[in-house]
T-cell receptor, first 112, second 114 residues
């Protein structure tokens, strides 16, 4: 099993550009989520999904969109990048909300 | 609202020492508690998941304990090694809010000196 994979590992964007962070898992997990990690703020939930076709907002959803067309993939879209979105982004998955969660290696995003 | 705290924020110990990392939470109605390790520039690696019905969970040199009534968990690392140097995070699932959401502490940065 590859586990949870994320691409790209690093990305630099200019303000106003859009992009998609990719996340995939091969463990047949229903739950997937996106977090951002910032110094002094810890990890905060952006969006999550409880299964294909079902998504919901987390703590800091503004400026981000998600969709879940398959069980395996959960992409995160930045609509119009802002410097405040400079962060490290982690995707996670699990069988359910009360089960062990597995994290991807992260995407380090810089917005100039 | 559930809050998770980890003290100290940083800890430095000599190699071979046994050590304890602390995690406290404000709402004792937790379903489980998970400990993670994060190496610099890397993702989170799950170390142990301890269910609310358990008092302890062990994996190798690691032992996690849970006391729901006092809102505390500890991660015991035996015979520490330089390779244990990392940031250790604890997290609990968010009952009343977003399903699948983990509420994290800010972590303890451990440095084990040779």
């Amino acid at each position: 099993n590859a586990g949870v994979t994320q691409t790209p590992k690093f990305q630099v964007l200019k303000t106003g550009q859009s992009m998609t962070l990719q996340c995939a898992q091969d463990m047949n997990h229903e739950y997937m989520s996106w977090y951002r990690q910032d110094p002094g703020m810890g990890l905060r939930l952006i969006h999550y999904s409880v299964g294909a076709g079902i998504t919901d907002q987390g703590e800091v959803p503004n400026g981000y969109n998600v969709s879940r067309s398959t069980t395996e993939d959960f992409p995160l879209r930045l609509l119009s990048a802002a410097p405040s979105q400079t962060s490290v982004y982690f995707c996670a998955s699990s069988y359910g909300w009360s089960y062990e969660q597995y994290f991807g290696p992260g995407t380090r995003l810089t917005v100039t | 609202k559930q809050e998770v705290t980890q003290i100290p924020a940083a800890l430095s110990v000599p190699e071979g020492e046994n050590l304890v990392l602390n995690c406290s939470f404000t709402d004792s109605a937790i379903y489980n508690l998970q400990w993670f390790r994060q190496d610099p520039g890397k993702g989170l690696t799950s170390l142990l998941l301890i269910q609310s019905s358990q008092r302890e969970q062990t994996s190798g040199r690691l032992n996690a304990s849970l006391d729901k009534s006092s809102g505390r968990s500890t991660l015991y690392i035996a015979a520490s090694q330089p390779g244990d140097s990392a940031t250790y995070l604890c997290a609990v699932p968010n009952y009343g809010g977003s399903q699948g959401n983990l509420i994290f502490g800010k972590g303890t940065k451990l440095s084990v000196k040779p």
